[in-house]
């Protein structure tokens, strides 16, 4: 009963995603290049830009600190590259971030002793719910000048901020902004968009697919949950692991690695 019930509240949540929704957002554009592409011609305003690869959720590493997750990795014929982030709460928003994604991009775009000149100009976009910059603005394009001289200083870094309250209908950014907060794929404008959202709606096969996503997000947070109460119990180090694994029903061997790691001595 319980699963039947699970399966229902899944169902109605995806009737009310929407694409400023992450894990919709995910499904929707994941190897969408025809959407991406759309998407990227009105922010950039470049009707020309030709995608040739996309993938959501892409993670770069950073053996020296803190990973990166890219919620739209994208390349484009001229080698190009984009990260586009959907970012519905203001502190996933922060300037810093953004300069952050820039610099762990760049530094996954070079092989050892390469010439720095084969950097290619890259995109950090966010898509955000509100105007975190507050300037009443559709669309805030942040580049690095020369501030002496107020000429660019062309290191091929780019940073936009769309503002996902704009939607105004007469612009082709207000559109797309409209579809992007769209719970009926019927009242959405651009039919690429709408196609995709129509697949996970209501497609069976779309639909299951989206119901996997949201069985899996479950699953990993209750394996957070019971990885946090295990780490609890080793850092008071008042049970053997044997206890520990029973009472966090994780595996034994699980506990053990958990057990080893440098945080669990804090």
């Not at 039947?4 to 995603?17: M, N, P």
């Not at 530094?107 to 950097?119: C, S, V």
């Not at 062309?154 to 612009?171: A, F, Q, S």
């Amino acid at each position: 009963m319980d699963k039947e019930r699970l399966h229902e509240e899944d169902l109605q949540r995806i009737r009310g995603f929407r694409l400023i929704d992450d894990d919709f957002m995910n499904a929707c554009f994941d190897d969408n290049i025809e959407g991406t592409e759309l998407l990227l011609r009105i922010i950039l305003n470049k009707p020309d830009i030709k995608v040739t690869r996309v993938k959501t959720q892409k993670v770069l590493k950073n053996l020296a600190g803190r990973d990166i997750w890219l919620d739209i990795d994208a390349n484009d014929a001229d080698g190009v590259e984009y990260d586009i982030e959907i970012q519905r709460a203001d502190k996933g928003t922060n300037p810093k971030r953004a300069r952050y994604h820039s610099s762990i991009m760049d530094a996954h775009l070079l092989t050892p002793r390469e010439d720095f000149n084969k950097l290619p100009e890259t995109y950090v976009i966010f898509i955000t719910e509100t105007d975190v910059l507050k300037d009443g603005l559709p669309i805030y394009i942040i580049e690095r000048q020369i501030i002496n001289t107020g000429k660019p200083f062309g290191d091929g870094e780019h940073i936009i901020y769309v503002n996902g309250e704009c939607k105004n209908n007469l612009t082709e950014l207000g559109k797309l902004m409209h579809d992007f907060f769209c719970v009926d794929p019927d009242d959405m404008h651009y039919q690429k968009l709408a196609e995709k959202v129509r697949y996970f709606k209501q497609n069976e096969k779309g639909v299951a697919a989206m119901c996997k996503v949201m069985e899996d997000m479950r699953n990993e947070t209750i394996e957070r949950e019971r990885i946090e109460i295990a780490m609890d119990m080793i850092r008071e180090g008042e049970l053997p692991l044997e206890k520990i694994a029973k009472y966090s029903k994780l595996s034994l061997e699980t506990v053990k690695e958990l057990a080893l790691q440098p945080a669990a001595a804090l």
